[in-house]
């Protein structure tokens, strides 16, 4: 089981605010931040943004992306929207993508320092 996620981050502040709002729509909750990152979790699993610690600019690695569990539909379509609205990019619209699943239904987003995050459920509703 995967305990944490961290991606990096250019600016704390501005990661904040998308996070809190998008991470929010998925049960995710704020649990931390100090001058070098900001954790949320849920359970035993925690997503964090991190200044990188070798004091680089950080960078988004082509072919990685985040996927967060959703109960429904709904709740992707949520995280779609909320990402959008707080500077985030689409990457992929809310549907389905049987190409994975029958019932695979994803949305895509790029936060605003360009890291792909994904919501995803099974659910027919």
Same mark, same amino acid.
């Given at each position: 089981?995967?305990?944490?996620?961290?991606?990096? =981050?250019?600016?704390?502040? +501005?990661?904040? +605010?998308?996070?809190?709002?998008?991470?929010? =729509?998925?049960?995710?909750?704020?649990?931390? $931040?100090? #001058?070098?990152?900001?954790?949320?979790?849920? *359970?035993?699993? @925690?997503? @964090?943004? $991190?200044?990188?610690?070798?004091?680089?600019?950080? =960078?988004?690695?082509?072919?990685?992306?985040?996927?967060?569990?959703?109960?429904? +539909?709904?709740?992707?379509?949520?995280?779609?929207?909320?990402?959008?609205? $707080? *500077? *985030?990019?689409? #990457?992929?619209?809310? *549907?389905? +993508?049987?190409?994975y699943d029958a019932h695979y239904y994803g949305a895509f987003v790029r936060d605003p320092d360009g890291n792909k995050i994904e919501a995803v459920t099974y659910s027919a509703k």
């Open positions: 089981m995967i305990h944490h996620v961290s991606v990096g =981050t250019n600016d704390l502040a +501005r990661s904040r +605010r998308f996070y809190d709002a998008v991470l929010s =729509t998925i049960g995710l909750s704020f649990m931390a $931040q100090d #001058d070098e990152g900001i954790g949320w979790g849920s *359970g035993l699993m @925690s997503f @964090s943004v $991190q200044v990188p610690v070798d004091g680089k600019p950080a =960078t988004v690695g082509n072919g990685n992306h985040i996927c967060f569990a959703a109960e429904d +539909r709904e709740m992707v379509d949520r995280f779609y929207a909320a990402a959008l609205e $707080q *500077g *985030g990019t689409s #990457d992929g619209e809310p *549907g389905l +993508r049987p190409k």
